[in-house]
């Protein structure tokens, strides 16, 4: 045998191997697609429920879609501050893809990207979580801004009178473990529930550099700083001013509580 049908031989089967494998790969990512989809929305309505503090410990996927089917998903314009559930297809309808869309965001001028994502969708998907009355118990409002290292992109609740805090939970970020990281701690986010957001009209709420004193009358408008994480802290904070500000929620969150929304 000849070295180079030997060459073009082991060619010919490493060409069919990469093949083989392509299809395989291919055709797994197709029947697996699905069911990531299906994790991918469970993951959210999970966050969304630990951002409120209605998350069940060792909670099934049983458990949380039937506790979700009690929350309202609802779009709102970020212009008007009013409720557009016809604006867009909820199904298909990806907040943070418009975000990139000229056509469906704008451009933030420096004086207002506090959070430092450049561009604001128009459209927002928010949760309410209703009495079996249909009043309304929590509000729950997506938020995004730059940290140290990365956009965090979390939830946070709001009481009914849309400026008690009930939550807050951070999904993903690539701050600093032990750091930045501790947004992830049980322990710092218990710090948010009851925290006030509004003061005299004006956004408040912020982290402050050490620990809060409760007998400090800003106490109410101050939480706790993410211990040797200066910019991180600052990141959440200028987040947080930014979605439930003018160019955020403020808008909506007014219009909620006038029953204009």
């Given amino acids: ?45 999970r966050n969304i429920l630990a951002a409120a503090g209605m998350l069940e410990k060792s909670a099934t996927a049983e458990d949380i879609n039937k506790q979700f089917s009690d929350i309202n998903t609802r779009v709102v314009d970020l212009n008007t501050g009013k409720f557009a559930d016809d604006a867009v297809d909820l199904a298909r309808y990806d907040p943070l893809k418009a975000a990139k869309d000229p056509d469906l965001s704008e451009a933030l001028t420096t004086k207002q990207d506090l959070a430092k994502i450049s561009r604001r969708e128009q459209y927002a998907v928010v949760y309410l979580v209703e009495n079996p009355q249909g009043d309304i118990e929590k509000v729950i409002l997506p938020i995004r801004g730059y940290g140290l290292w990365s956009t965090l992109y979390g939830f946070i609740a709001l009481e009914s009178d849309g400026n008690t805090i009930a939550g807050l939970g951070f999904y993903e970020h690539g701050e600093t473990p032990g750091l930045g990281g501790e947004v992830d701690n049980p322990r710092w986010k218990a710090f948010w529930p009851g925290k006030q957001v509004y003061r005299d009209g004006e956004v408040e709420i912020g982290l402050v550099k050490g620990s809060v004193d409760p007998a400090d009358v800003d106490a109410p408008w101050e939480v706790d700083g993410l211990a040797g994480a200066t910019l991180t802290s600052k990141g959440v904070t200028n987040l947080v001013h930014f979605w439930l500000g003018k160019n955020g929620f403020e808008p909506f969150l007014n219009n909620l509580q006038a029953g204009e929304a």
């Fill in 1 to 45: 045998m000849s070295s180079n049908d030997s060459t073009s031989k082991t060619l010919m089967v490493a060409l069919a191997l990469c093949i083989v494998c392509s299809v395989i790969v291919s055709g797994a990512a197709v029947i697996l697609k699905p069911i990531q989809e299906i994790n991918k929305t469970l993951d959210r309505k």
